[in-house]
């Protein structure tokens, strides 16, 4: 699958430069290629959006060709208020498209907060295609027997969960077991981390994923404004502790015969962390 740009999308039309930032790490970044080249430069996306940063022009095209041309969104918006998500700041409330691109990578923020009706739409558009990845993450909360069997309907589907916190640990058990009642085997879960929690909490929501056989995708919090990736260090937490859990459990697929209690980074050499895929 195509992989996602981590960086400033960037496309010249004519005399204009057009810069689409996603995270707010990378803004100054783009503030400065603004300041320094001759050309006209447009600053626009997810992060100049949450900074108020209005740009001159809008950015023509869809930026998300740019990030990964094998994305699509079918709604726009979401009707929770995470606290941690940019999303309704940026983008409001859920909003149906009529039309959309038909593409294999679905970013919606909340698909199945969408009517049925909709819902059965984009899985009808999307059977054609030789597979599906649900990137965003779909609401364990909405997961149903009829989203799990239309979902079933397409060839080499993902769908992916997220467990934000210990609270949600049941609707994510009940959402996971339904899928795989209905054949869907392919299953991510992505497990926000260092936001209102404790190393205990987060590990505890980590392993009880990893312990239904899923491999759990950690995802660690950043502020909305933050200026520094990974520079965030919430309390009852060590800088090291959000390093190690990030590095481990991003690469449990090299990590996975050495437990979590006796994995120090740096302690293992390349020919040591390949035993666990020999």
Not at 35 to 43: C, D, N
Not at 111 to 138: C, E, M, T, W
Not at 177 to 186: V, Y
Not at 213 to 237: D, H, I, T
Request: charged share 25%; net charge neutral; glycine share 6%.
């Amino acid at each position: 699958m195509y992989k996602w740009l981590k960086d400033i999308a960037q496309w010249r039309i004519k005399d204009t430069i057009y810069l689409s930032v996603v995270f707010s790490w990378d803004l100054d970044k783009a503030l400065r290629i603004q300041e320094q080249l001759k050309l006209k430069v447009v600053v626009g996306g997810p992060a100049a959006k949450l900074a108020g940063i209005q740009p001159d022009d809008p950015l023509p095209f869809s930026p998300l060709q740019f990030h990964n041309p094998l994305a699509t969104f079918t709604t726009r918006g979401c009707p929770n208020a995470c606290k941690f998500c940019a999303v309704p700041k940026i983008e409001g409330g859920l909003k149906e498209l009529p039309t959309w691109e038909i593409k294999p990578v679905i970013c919606d923020n909340n698909l199945l907060a969408a009517s049925q009706k909709h819902f059965d739409r984009v899985i009808d558009s999307l059977k054609p295609l030789p597979y599906v990845d649900f990137n965003q993450g779909v609401d364990a909360y909405l997961f149903t027997d009829h989203h799990a069997r239309r979902m079933a309907e397409l060839k080499a589907v993902c769908v992916r969960f997220a467990f934000d916190s210990v609270n949600d640990e049941t609707a994510v058990m009940d959402a996971i077991a339904r899928a795989r009642a209905h054949g869907l085997k392919d299953i991510g879960v992505y497990v926000l981390f260092g936001f209102k929690d404790t190393p205990e909490d987060a590990r505890y929501r980590l392993e009880r994923i990893r312990s239904l056989g899923v491999r759990p995708n950690p995802m660690r919090y950043q502020p909305l404004s933050c200026a520094v990736k990974n520079s965030f260090v919430e309390e009852g937490w060590t800088k090291k502790e959000l390093e190690d859990t990030e590095r481990y459990y991003a690469r449990l697929r090299y990590l996975e015969h050495i437990p979590f209690e006796d994995y120090r980074y740096g302690n293992y050499t390349n020919q040591e962390l390949l035993v666990g895929i020999s």
